[in-house]
């Protein structure tokens, strides 16, 4: 699968902004959808991630503690996307945002840096104060 990350810009403190993967090639139901980011200067971290739409762990969803009650991850697998929802953003979320994408990797690891099967180019966030 090949994923294009946008919806990135420019807002200000508080604001709100909506990130878009498109997924092309096979479907992503069976693929555990999320997001990154990498601040200047900085590692990558993980954002967000919801599980593939079927099985066990199906659904599941894991924030970072630096965006929870914030941010909102969803997926509309007919459409191939998944979202990020950013809301009451601070500068500290100034990054660039990938999304990615894995058939195997359990969301519940995205946190530990695995290795994941597909990486879309990034998007900027800025948020001004």
């Known amino acids: 699968v090949q994923l294009q990350a946008s919806g990135g810009g420019l807002v200000q403190v508080g604001g709100s902004l909506r990130l878009s993967c498109a997924a092309s090639?096979?479907?992503?139901?069976?693929?555990?959808m999320g997001w990154f980011r990498q601040a200047p200067g900085k590692e990558r971290e993980f954002v967000a991630v919801?599980?593939?739409?079927?099985?066990?762990?199906?659904?599941?969803?894991y924030y970072a503690d630096s965006v929870k009650d914030r941010f909102t991850i969803s997926r509309d697998n007919g459409k191939k996307r998944a979202y990020l929802q950013m809301s009451s953003l601070k500068p500290e979320d100034t990054a660039m945002y990938f999304c990615?994408?894995?058939?195997?990797?359990?969301?519940?690891?995205?946190?530990?840096?695995?290795?994941?099967?597909?990486w879309g180019q990034g998007t900027l966030v800025t948020v001004s104060s």
């Open positions: 090639g096979r479907s992503i139901s069976d693929y555990a």
């Open positions: 990615a994408a894995d058939p195997i990797v359990d969301g519940v690891t995205w946190n530990r840096g695995p290795d994941l099967d597909a």
């Open positions: 919801i599980n593939w739409s079927s099985g066990a762990t199906a659904g599941r969803i």
